[in-house]
């Protein structure tokens, strides 16, 4: 299976500050990667798809770039609706597999 | 606008069967395939199980293998998981989601999700 590992773990920020977070893949995934914000107790929302391309009604401020085995999700003003927890999720094959996530909390 | 609504979590003992549904509405179910991911306490999130749009193709991640089975009514627009000889290690909030790719295909990422239905595997 292919490991995805995201850092930081925790992080945390203030609104408006610039965020990002990274993911590794164990092997080359190309551009087959999601990501997705988590709340507790809500449904996960899909954020960006393809590593770069924004899902429809994601706010602008959310970005994704990389490209094999390393990639980032950039938020670019932190919002109050923005604390949660981030998933990347490769789709290079079909054994899928998630990262750890990255909790973003309120410093 | 898309709604996914799981049931069927409860406290179930070891070795023990439980069936979970994923009701949805807002959309074209039999267009789409679905998938099932479970989150563990205190751990990430885990794909369990996809299920083609018209039930043709199923995959499963090795631990549930042969344990547990997705399916699908097309006519109750409603997804199923059939859990069999549960661990302890199967205890988590189980999703489910749908399949961004509409018609003859799988994308394998999740533009719906369900807010999930927990399921507590223990004697």
């Known amino acids: 299976d292919i490991q995805m590992t995201q850092s930081p773990s925790t992080l945390s920020a203030s609104v408006g500050d610039r965020v990002t977070i990274t993911c590794r893949a164990s092997?080359?995934?190309?551009?087959?990667l999601a990501w997705y914000q988590h709340k507790p107790g809500k449904a996960p929302k899909l954020l960006m798809y393809k590593a770069s391309s924004l899902e429809s009604g994601v706010p602008s401020r959310f970005s994704g770039s990389g490209s094999g085995t390393e990639f980032t999700l950039t938020i670019s003003s932190l919002q109050p609706d923005d604390f949660a927890t981030y998933y990347c999720?490769?789709?290079?094959?079909?054994?899928?597999?998630f990262g750890g996530g990255t909790k973003v909390e309120i410093k | 606008q898309g709604q996914l609504v799981e049931s069927g979590g409860g406290v179930v003992q070891p070795g023990r069967s439980l069936r979970l549904s994923c009701a949805t509405s807002g959309f074209t179910f039999s267009g789409f395939g679905f998938h099932w991911v479970r989150q563990a306490p205190g751990k990430g999130l885990e794909w369990v199980a996809v299920?083609?749009?018209?039930?043709?193709?199923?995959y499963y991640v090795d631990s549930v293998k042969g344990r547990f089975t997705i399916s699908r009514d097309n006519s109750k627009n409603t997804l199923y998981l059939q859990m069999n000889s549960l661990r302890a290690e199967d205890t988590a909030m189980y999703y489910c989601?749908?399949?961004?790719?509409?018609?003859?295909?799988?994308?394998?990422?999740?533009?719906?999700w369900g807010q999930g239905t927990l399921v507590t595997v223990s004697s």
């Open positions: 999720q490769q789709y290079s094959s079909y054994s899928l597999t």
């Open positions: 989601a749908r399949d961004s790719y509409y018609g003859s295909g799988i994308s394998y990422y999740f533009d719906y």
């Open positions: 299920i083609w749009y018209d039930g043709s193709n199923k």
């Open positions: 092997q080359s995934i190309s551009s087959w």
